[in-house]
């Protein structure tokens, strides 16, 4: 009853696999709607397995529903843009198999209260995403980034294993929330910091921050989609379980090294994001800035009391999920662009809002949210996280932050610049009618999402609570 | 009974080689054989510190928590062989569109001139 979710995971796993096996040739919408149904039904399966014990090693709460939801619909983005990037190559069976494997990792981090299976659905999600990045066998770049990320994923990788062992050393126990035993305060520095560095490198914060340009700009969109949408709020799940749960009892030692890690993210992110001519470098650099500010609500959670910690919490959640409605617009409409123009470099988008209104207004839209101008779904968890820094003595954090969000107002509004202007040529984008649809309804959602804050922030709360 | 000092000492030393052998070396094939390494230095760690936790009088009395440390260690080789096998499936498609695995020489896309 407990795996359900998981279970029902892996059973569309290999039924896509034998219905791509079958079909052959037809199969490409049957893998599409099988994968659909899979993601939605475990999605409320995941509802349902919410408050029922497992032992000591797993915990279904509030945290556990947000961030498997977050994961499973955000795979739903990535379904259809593949259907879209990848139809006319290629089997999709395979790919949405490897897509589903990730979720379960990515559900298994989000349930973990032991370093075991937290480790184990870490593993679980970034493998399956290095193969979907190296999909495409006959392209260079698509090959190269592959080799990037697997270099660059196997080393954080081992940089984390050694500072679980570390920790292991530090406190007698792989449960979370240890305490320190006597004399063991340098196993517990040397643990914090090579954790810190190893999952800065996942989750692409400045220092370590070099793969993501190049794997953003090599990968193939609907696996940039993944990467940005889904694989990173896995990692943003397996650093907030380390963090929030396993370093509970450690005094808040992480919160100087996480605030300096932001203040470098947002700056870094959003200063060489200016000169970048090709869109999807700016989505990437604008991605390393945004990991900044969820790190910011990193630093006020390990500072403040409760009534700070709630808000950090609250900001987080909010962030997150905007974060999953505007890049996967973004992405979408970029892809459309993409297959028509086969680059994405800035004068292939000029005069989108005359040849493909959709598109183009669906990208405003997103970027606008990027910004965080209000009614726009971006706003409120950066008002969230400031507030929360605020609240935690950390006010020129949150003039960082705001520093940072004026900057990225110049180049996002350049592009929307480009977007209005003339056309040179009159001649229509090819349009996928599943591909306008989604973003249609991600759209929709950016605008309207004040109107999920009340239960986000319900939700921010019981986990703040559920939390030792 | 050797002291986990001694262990700990060869794991650093084993940690800090692998280190270096990723961030010196060209070669994509020695880089994965550095990284496990590293993976093996965590490995005897675990297996150090786990010596020190585990209940002293263990025939007697035990319970699961005793071994989490040695468990973890059979956990990371298993993963460890499942990123190497999709590592050398990595190299393998690398090696069919460059034909060659240095690193010096295939990493192509790079930062636009500003």
Same mark, same amino acid.
């Given at each position: 009853?407990?795996?359900?979710?998981?279970?029902?995971?892996?059973?569309?796993?290999?039924?896509?696999?034998?219905?791509?096996?079958?079909?052959?040739?037809?199969?490409?919408?049957?893998?599409?709607?099988?994968?659909?149904?899979?993601?939605?039904?475990?999605?409320?399966?995941?509802?349902?397995?919410?408050?029922?014990?497992?032992?000591?090693?797993?915990?279904?709460?509030?945290?556990?529903?947000?961030?498997?939801?977050?994961?499973?619909?955000?795979?739903?983005?990535?379904?259809?843009?593949?259907?879209?990037?990848?139809?006319?190559?290629?089997?999709?069976?395979?790919?949405?198999?490897?897509?589903?494997?990730?979720?379960?990792?990515?559900?298994?981090?989000?349930?973990?209260?032991?370093?075991?299976?937290?480790?184990?659905?870490?593993?679980?999600?970034?493998?399956?995403?290095?193969?979907?990045?190296?999909?495409?066998?006959?392209?260079?770049?698509?090959?190269?980034?592959?080799?990037?990320?697997?270099?660059?994923?196997?080393?954080?990788?081992?940089?984390?294993?050694?500072?679980?062992?570390?920790?292991?050393?530090?406190?007698?126990?792989?449960?979370?929330?240890?305490?320190?035993?006597?004399?063991?305060?340098?196993?517990?520095?040397?643990?914090?910091?090579?954790?810190?560095?190893?999952?800065?490198?996942?989750?692409?914060?400045?220092?370590?921050?070099?793969?993501?340009?190049?794997?953003?700009?090599?990968?193939?969109?609907?696996?940039?989609?993944?990467?940005?949408?889904?694989?990173?709020?896995?990692?943003?799940?397996?650093?907030?379980?380390?963090?929030?749960?396993?370093?509970?009892?450690?005094?808040?030692?992480?919160?100087?090294?996480?605030?300096?890690?932001?203040?470098?993210?947002?700056?870094?992110?959003?200063?060489?994001?200016?000169?970048?001519?090709?869109?999807?470098?700016?989505?990437?650099?604008?991605?390393?800035?945004?990991?900044?500010?969820?790190v910011m609500g990193i630093v006020a959670y390990g500072e403040g009391n409760t009534f700070t910690k709630e808000l950090a919490m609250k900001g987080i959640l909010f962030h997150i999920t905007a974060h999953v409605l505007m890049k996967g617009a973004a992405i979408a409409a970029i892809l459309v662009v993409i297959s028509s123009t086969k680059s994405d470099h800035i004068n292939n988008f000029r005069g989108l809002f005359h040849t493909s209104p959709i598109t183009a207004s669906a990208l405003a839209i997103a970027f606008f949210s990027l910004m965080g101008i209000p009614p726009a779904a971006g706003f409120y968890g950066k008002f969230f996280l400031f507030l929360s820094l605020v609240e935690a003595g950390y006010e020129w954090l949150a003039l960082i932050g705001i520093i940072g969000s004026a900057?990225?107002?110049?180049?996002?509004?350049?592009?929307?610049?480009?977007?209005?202007?003339?056309?040179?040529?009159?001649?229509?984008?090819?349009?996928?009618?599943?591909?306008?649809?989604?973003?249609?309804?991600?759209?929709?959602?950016?605008?309207?999402?004040?109107?999920?804050?009340?239960?986000?922030?319900?939700?921010?709360?019981?986990?703040?609570?559920?939390?030792? | 009974?050797?002291?986990?000092?001694?262990?700990?000492?060869?794991?650093?030393?084993?940690?800090?080689?692998?280190?270096?052998?990723?961030?010196?070396?060209?070669?994509?094939?020695? /880089?994965? !054989?550095? @990284?496990?390494?590293?993976?093996? +230095?965590?490995? =005897? #760690?675990?297996?150090?510190?786990?010596?020190?936790?585990?209940?002293?009088?263990?025939?007697?009395?035990?319970?699961?928590?005793?071994?989490?440390?040695?468990?973890?260690?059979? /956990?990371? !080789?298993? @993963?460890?062989?499942?990123?190497? +096998?999709?590592? =050398? #499936?990595?190299?393998?498609?690398?090696?069919?569109?460059?034909?060659?695995?240095?690193?010096?020489?295939?990493?192509?896309?790079?930062?636009?001139?500003?």
């Open positions: 009853m407990t795996w359900l979710p998981v279970s029902v995971l892996f059973l569309g796993i290999i039924l896509i696999l034998v219905v791509d096996l079958i079909f052959r040739e037809k199969a490409k919408v049957y893998t599409v709607i099988l994968s659909v149904l899979t993601l939605s039904f475990s999605s409320l399966m995941v509802i349902q397995t919410k408050g029922t014990n497992a032992g000591s090693m797993f915990f279904f709460g509030d945290f556990y529903v947000f961030f498997s939801i977050v994961g499973l619909l955000s795979s739903i983005i990535v379904v259809f843009s593949a259907w879209k990037d990848y139809s006319v190559e290629l089997d999709l069976g395979v790919f949405f198999s490897l897509l589903l494997l990730a979720n379960a990792g990515g559900i298994l981090i989000a349930a973990s209260r032991n370093f075991i299976p937290l480790y184990l659905g870490y593993e679980l999600v970034s493998i399956p995403t290095y193969a979907m990045i190296a999909f495409k066998k006959k392209n260079r770049s698509s090959a190269e980034s592959g080799l990037k990320i697997f270099l660059l994923g196997a080393l954080s990788s081992a940089i984390i294993i050694y500072g679980l062992a570390m920790y292991y050393g530090a406190t007698g126990t792989l449960q979370m929330g240890g305490d320190i035993i006597n004399h063991s305060k340098t196993l517990a520095i040397a643990a914090l910091v090579l954790i810190t560095v190893g999952s800065s490198f996942k989750i692409g914060l400045v220092p370590f921050h070099y793969w993501i340009a190049d794997v953003y700009s090599g990968a193939s969109v609907s696996v940039v989609n993944f990467l940005s949408a889904s694989s990173k709020k896995m990692a943003f799940a397996f650093v907030f379980q380390i963090f929030f749960v396993g370093m509970s009892s450690w005094h808040n030692s992480y919160t100087y090294l996480f605030a300096i890690l932001a203040t470098f993210s947002v700056i870094v992110g959003n200063i060489v994001a200016v000169v970048q001519d090709r869109l999807l470098r700016i989505i990437a650099y604008s991605t390393i800035a945004q990991a900044g500010y969820i900057i990225s107002i110049y180049y996002y509004g350049k592009v929307i610049r480009i977007m209005v202007d003339q056309p040179e040529s009159k001649e229509k984008l090819n349009s996928f009618t599943p591909i306008n649809v989604l973003l249609v309804v991600l759209t929709i959602l950016t605008l309207l999402f004040g109107i999920f804050t009340q239960d986000l922030a319900i939700i921010a709360e019981n986990i703040v609570a559920q939390n030792p | 009974m050797i002291p986990v000092e001694w262990f700990l000492t060869l794991s650093v030393v084993m940690f800090v080689g692998g280190l270096f052998g990723v961030l010196t070396q060209k070669n994509a094939m020695r /880089i994965l !054989i550095s @990284v496990e390494i590293m993976l093996n +230095a965590a490995n =005897l #760690a675990f297996m150090a510190f786990n010596g020190v936790f585990y209940n002293a009088d263990f025939p007697n009395s035990f319970s699961a928590s005793d071994f989490e440390g040695w468990v973890f260690v059979f /956990i990371i !080789i298993g @993963v460890a062989a499942a990123e190497a +096998a999709i590592g =050398l #499936a990595i190299f393998l498609s690398v090696y069919r569109n460059f034909g060659e695995i240095q690193i010096t020489n295939i990493f192509t896309l790079k930062e636009q001139e500003v």
